[in-house]
């Protein structure tokens, strides 16, 4: 009798609390939500150091959570790094995953674990929803009327909204499993990348139609889409285009509904932004508001936006039972390509901090990048030195969700969940950074292999870090890398030669 009064009120329990038998269940499955921002420096954040302008959000974020200050991206570009973060391998590795065009084929191995099929294998739902440059289908020559793949479903996503490169690259579309968005059938897409299709006017022979002059050598003065003169020739797909002041909102409400629909199971949310990326058009209630240019209206859209998606987690709940993770994909860059005011509207604001460099170089703000980490079992307002990867999140995230990375597969990630949650202060041993050459830090030491590139890149603005001569620096007296210690410092130079040879010759 007590046992089947017992049972009795278990079951009026069940149907009285859902939410808690939903919590119980699900206790050991917490959603994970990464944001990716696109071209954000290591001093654009307030909580690691900007005053120019509030990031009072992205610093919400820090403060409940880790704010790491030696997080690096794989690469000081972003195909690269977006490579890295997805297949947990340096893509230098690899031919082919340079900075992709619009119309590239898909680089992402099919047959290999990614971080979206480890949540799949664990039983979480996937969605990828923002920009995603990884290339898509089997070769250049798309019907991009028809069903393009594979692609970001085919890799681990369960659902993907995305767009195919970048904002200042064609096609100027969005992308639902693998479909465009509001293509009108009748007029069919074409894009080329070396000669021009179609007669829409283009930013070499109509500056007249542009909304922001571009700049020279830089190659966006080819197909012009609302005002703005793109990378790459595009025909066709006209009720597909996006409103570039759209985009990220776009992007916001389709992230939102994802989580909403999904709310009642363990989700893994992928929303790479494209902020602060060219061609910077932000909406109209951020212009004008940074007093630094577009760029800087288009960081505090880019804070706004997270903080949405912080308030949406917990108006569904589910707070307590989602991580949410954010980085930038590399360094921060002003003058590419557009005339935005990033650069006349400076106002002394330091995108990279008191690092050297910026985006494409392997100077440390090439891929020193700010990186936050909070929820469950994460430690609250804690500030960690350790050294880490975007890289090692495939890794680190095998251990939360006891799945087994197969053998010879993302063999450069490395889990450190322990200094994710803050339970330990120990970070890599040693890591190689990437741009046009190589380097490896190891403790507060960082090499810098010769390389006969450019050492600066006018066009950009970009101390490269090229070199005929080795480099050495000690980041702890000088993380602004100024004093080369090389000829100072031999035998430590050696050693990390030997170590960053050793890294090469790995198969």
Known sequence: MIRFLNAKIICLLMVLTPGLVLAQKRESKPNVIFIYADDLGYGDVGAYGATKIKTVNLDR??????????????????????????TGNYPWRVKGT????????????LDRITLPKLFKNAGYNTAIV?????????????DWSNRVSPGPNETGFDYSFIFPATADRV?????????VVALDLNDPIEVDYRNKVGNDP??????????????????????????????????????????????????????????????????????PLTEPHVPRMPATMFKGKSGLGYRGDAILQLDWTVGQILDEVEALGIKDNTIIVFSS????????????????????????????????????????????????????GKVSDALIGQIDLLASFSKLLKQNVPLGEAKDSQDLWSTLTGATKTGREIYVEH???????????????????????????TETGNS??????????????KNNLAKKFPDKLKELQKLLQLEKDKK
């Open 171 to 179: 096609p100027t579309v969005f992308m639902e499993n693998q479909r």
């Open 130 to 142: 923002g920009k995603w440059h990884l290339g898509l289908g089997k070769g250049v020559k798309k």
């Open 329 to 380: 994909d590399n360094g921060p860059v002003l003058n590419d390509g557009y005339q935005d005011g990033a650069v006349t509207q400076r106002n002394g604001h330091l995108p990279a901090g008191v690092l050297r460099g910026t985006k494409g170089s392997v100077f440390e703000a090439g891929t020193r990048v700010p990186f936050m980490i909070s929820g469950p079992n994460i430690a609250k």
């Open 435 to 461: 741009s046009e050459g190589l380097a490896l830090v190891k403790g507060n030491w960082k090499y810098i292999e010769p390389n006969a590139g450019v050492p600066y890149r006018k066009s950009t603005d």
């Open 468 to 481: 005929p001569e080795p480099q050495l620096y000690n980041l702890r007296d000088d993380i602004g890398e």
């Open 61 to 86: 974020l820090s403060g409940s959570g880790i704010r790491f200050t030696n997080a690096h991206s794989s690469s000081a570009t972003c195909t690269p790094s977006r490579y890295a973060l997805m």
């Open 202 to 271: 283009t930013g070499k022979d109509n500056p007249e139609l542009l909304k922001m002059k571009a700049s020279p050598d830089h190659g966006h003065d080819n197909t012009i889409v609302n005002g703005i003169g793109r990378i790459g020739f595009m025909s066709g797909g006209h009720s597909a285009r996006w409103v570039d002041e759209e985009i990220s909102t776009t992007f916001l409400t389709t992230a939102k509904n994802y989580m909403r629909e999904n709310a009642d199971r363990p989700f893994f949310l992928y929303v």
């Open 98 to 109: 340079d900075i992709l065009s619009g119309d590239a084929a898909l680089i992402i191995p």
